[in-house]
């Protein structure tokens, strides 16, 4: 993560459902406040299951290129996901994080304090493994002696196990609890989560500034549960359970709404809200544009421009802080739009 660019150009991916109505307010934040990035450049780029309609294709070929060669980052909004198995589409972004090797989905979970110098209540980060589990998406629908059968995959690898890990224990270390749990089911899964969890553990034995960071372990129903009490900072899980995990962390901070994330690997990293395409309101211009917006931020935070990522984030605590312009999802009336009206008076 290294600043020293002479522009910086970000790939936009609204795809579909509200990610085209919130993706356009991040663009705004960068635009109005990401003041110490060189020369920022947006490239518009389609993708998602409206493109896979009108194309034939979810992730056409020109996206996926233009991504590789000429961003340096990128921000998705969110794919509508047909409730039914249609023939020939699957999700562009569980393919993009593939294609890009995102592996590690970094999901902070931080409420608004009520004051600027009072501590969140809640402020952890939930660290969700990105490539394997059961998304490798092998299954099978066969007939046995009673009927239909359906099995599934999950992989778990202790390369990508490991190197999750060393993401999760460099996040933790550079908090002030410095203090990460894993998460896990091996009293159940003892083959798949027990590689899980031993090589995750393991990474602390090989590098010594881990040995600062305290690590406990959780199974992943009682987290769920705990989460409501403040004993975690950064908790590492496989795929579907950080999937879950960090949908039932954002109902701690008000709304789906709020909670950003980035896709990132070793040379790439993409910026994506948890919430989905929000179809129940999409087109009403009322979806949270806050998921996008911190997502933004983090974003730029991960590639080293600190200052304008905490421009950001400040921006968007005090309109939360001061309450007058909250979306419905927060209690309020306001619309999507006047998000970009705010931002650039903050600027
Ligand atoms: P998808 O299959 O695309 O995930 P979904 O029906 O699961 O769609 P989500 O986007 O996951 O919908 O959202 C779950 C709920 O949270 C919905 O009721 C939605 O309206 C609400 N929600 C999600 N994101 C936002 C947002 N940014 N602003 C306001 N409400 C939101
Ligand atoms: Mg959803």
Known sequence: ATAARKSLTIGLIPADGIGKEVIPAARTAIEALGSDIPTPKFVDLIAGFETFTRTGVA??????????????????????????????YSSPIVALRKILDLYANIRPVVSVSPSPDEPSKVDMIVVRENTECLYVKQEQQT???????????RLITERASTRIGKMAFELALARPRRHLTVIHKSNVLSVTDGLFRESVRAVQTKDPRFEAVTVAE????????RQYFPIYDVMVAPNLYGDILSDAAAALVGSLGVVPSVNAGDTFVMGEPVHGSAPDIFGQGIANPVASIRSAALMLRHLGYTEAAHRIDNAVDSVLREGQLLTPDLGGTAKTQEYHISLQKNS
């Open 143 to 153: 007939f046995g002696e009673h009927g239909k059968e359906a099995r599934a995959t």
């Open 218 to 225: 959780q199974l992943v129903d009682s987290a769920v549960y």
């Open 59 to 88: 992730l056409p070929e020109e996206t996926v290129e233009v991504l590789k060669n000429d961003c340096d980052c990128a921000l998705f909004g969110s794919v509508s996901s047909p409730s039914r198995k249609v023939v020939g």
